[in-house]
């Protein structure tokens, strides 16, 4: 479930969508334009609210920093499926709203939805969101 997915999406957002955009507008405009519908298209996922798409919104903008640092589509998609792996696989936490079944354990937060992502799951707590910005920076 989670390869399909993660290529889909880099392939949509990252792929030659963003190519066209980076060549027509410039690559701040593809970047920005590509990672808002990124976020927007995670708005229909359970759990979903504005603060949601926003920091899903910022993990199209890290997804896109690892495509334009390496100049490598995979990269951007390795590192998609790395992170959703590392949610669902490792910690058996929901990804973007999603929640998997979870065999044996599986992550409690213990803090308010801000911080932890609540339902959403950890990449919507404010953790994830320093985490993405410094490894943007």
Same mark, same amino acid.
């Given at each position: 479930v989670l390869v399909p997915a993660a290529l889909?999406?880099?392939?949509?957002?990252?792929g030659y969508p963003f190519l066209v955009l980076?060549?027509?507008?410039?690559?701040?405009?593809?970047?920005?334009?590509?990672?808002?519908?990124?976020?927007?298209?995670?708005a229909q996922n359970p759990n979903a609210s504005p603060a949601f798409?926003?920091?899903?919104?910022?993990?199209?903008?890290f997804l896109g920093a690892v495509r334009l640092a390496t &100049?490598? *589509?995979? !990269?951007a998609f390795a590192a998609h499926l790395a992170w959703n792996f590392a949610l669902t696989g490792v910690l058996h936490a929901a990804v973007s709203g999603a929640a998997f079944p979870t065999p044996g354990y599986r992550v409690v937060d213990a803090g308010p939805d801000w911080l932890t992502g609540g339902a959403w799951?950890?990449?919507?707590?404010?953790?994830?969101?320093? &985490?993405? *910005?410094? !490894?943007?920076?």
């Open positions: 889909t999406e880099e392939l949509l957002f990252r980076q060549e027509s507008a410039g690559t701040w405009p593809a970047l920005l334009l590509t990672s808002a519908v990124f976020g927007l298209v995670h798409v926003l920091v899903v919104a910022g993990a199209g903008i &100049g490598s *589509l995979w !990269a799951g950890p990449e919507g707590g404010a953790g994830a969101v320093a &985490g993405m *910005l410094a !490894a943007t920076w």
